[in-house]
């Protein structure tokens, strides 16, 4: 890590074993995600209800340049310590800074973006239509690519989103969904 680890106890006394385990599961981190500038660790027993045993919460807070990931968990039962909370924090921690590396490497594939048309020609028995962008090009579609059974209530004029995708005769329209 760029910076160094901070690590903040509330409601519990400070202790050595327990900032160890923690400056451990970081050093975990870092080798993971190498742009990671700032990680800090706040480790708190905000509650002290006898019946309930003893609850632990952890909030890890974790930046890299351009994004931030927050993570809170809370757990408490007879059987759970500082160190089960800690865990669960850092394995969370741990999964959404592996998403973050992926889509920085850009593993994850992006979502395209919908476009915005009108049913410009519609042939019902042929289970077919045209559908007219807003550059004025037209687009292919079929009954099976409009969303929610509505083709049969298809009407020309009809407002829709659509994603375009390239086929064997152009482009062709899919995910079509009627809007308003």
Do not use: W
């Amino acid at each position: 890590m760029q910076l160094p680890l901070q690590v903040t106890f509330h409601g519990l006394t400070p202790s050595e074993a327990i900032q160890r385990y923690v400056e451990r599961r970081a050093a975990k981190l870092d080798q993971m995600a190498k742009s990671i500038v700032r990680c800090h660790v706040v480790i708190e027993a905000p509650h002290r209800h006898s019946r309930e045993g003893r609850r632990y919460a952890v909030r890890i807070d974790v930046r890299m340049p351009g994004r931030e990931v927050a993570i809170s968990r809370e757990l408490g039962d007879s059987e759970t310590d500082a160190y089960a909370a800690i865990d669960e924090a850092f394995d969370e921690a741990r999964r959404r800074l592996r998403e973050a590396v992926d889509v920085r490497r850009g593993d994850v594939k992006s979502h395209e973006r919908a476009l915005h048309g009108r049913v410009a020609k519609l042939f019902s028995y042929e289970g077919y239509g045209f559908i007219e962008t807003e550059t004025g090009d037209e687009i292919y579609f079929h009954r099976n690519s409009v969303l929610n059974g509505a083709f049969q209530r298809l009407e020309r004029g009809d407002r829709v989103r659509f994603l375009e995708e390239e086929g064997d005769d152009g482009l062709h329209a899919t995910s079509v969904a009627v809007l308003g």
